[in-house]
């Protein structure tokens, strides 16, 4: 039957989302300009693939005359250029997208991606009830992501420009970079486990009596 005759065949998987080459494959082919770069065990792949994403910038090398994505760039609040942002610091993404035409309802949405490429999470202009311009020409698009956000660790940022009829233009990965520890209290006398940080609110309760012979 049908089931069968696809389980016991070999099925080539061809996708830029590295989250579901890993779930899915069992091994993998890296393909660069045409050609074989490399082959064999996934995550060895993915990490080839994503290691040659480019660090500092992403600028677009071909114009496609649909809406894209000319360049991407990781800023600090004065809009001066990040290298190696620290966990303790905001990081702006600039985001500049040019319209050949007028297109309606266009978004745009960033993807944080840890270093094996497994998404973390997303966030797009629709958000926050945020409308991109729909006439034609270019407009810059800033997404922050707050301070005591990302632990220490290499990421990488996708970056992808839709509306609700076609995706026109989706770099995975733009561009990576490296998160270092800055004068975080959270690197404090431990090691800290994770890619990110969520703040939760803690408290304790006042110590009140308790029966110790009803413990077990």
């Given amino acids: 039957d049908w089931s069968s005759d696809v389980c016991s065949s070999d099925l080539l998987f061809v996708s830029h989302n590295m989250a579901a080459i890993q779930r899915l494959c069992t091994s993998a082919l890296l393909l660069d300009g045409g050609r074989l770069r490399q082959t064999g065990d996934v995550r060895a792949v993915v990490s ?37 942002p620290l966990s303790t610091e905001p990081i702006v993404c600039r985001i500049q997208v040019t319209l050949p035409a007028r297109t309606a309802d266009l978004r ?20 926050v009830g945020l409308r991109c311009p729909s006439a034609s020409g270019t407009f ?55 890619v990110v940080h969520v703040d939760c609110p803690w408290s304790i309760d006042e110590a009140c009596d308790v029966d110790t012979r009803r413990i077990a």
């Fill in 48 to 84: 080839a693939y994503l290691g040659g994403a480019s660090r500092g910038g992403y600028t677009a090398s071909v114009v496609t005359g649909q809406p894209q994505v000319l360049s991407v760039d990781l800023e600090d609040e004065q809009g001066r250029a990040l290298g190696t």
């Fill in 108 to 127: 745009v949405g960033i993807g944080v991606l840890s270093a094996d490429g497994v998404p973390i999470f997303t966030t797009n202009t629709d958000d």
């Fill in 140 to 194: 810059d698009a800033l997404v922050t992501i707050p301070a005591h956000t990302l632990l220490v660790g290499d990421f990488h940022l996708a970056v992808c420009v839709w509306n609700q009829g076609a995706v026109f233009d989706l770099q995975e990965p733009a561009l990576s970079f490296a998160v270092e520890a800055g004068p975080s209290p959270l690197y404090r006398g431990f090691e800290r486990k994770g």
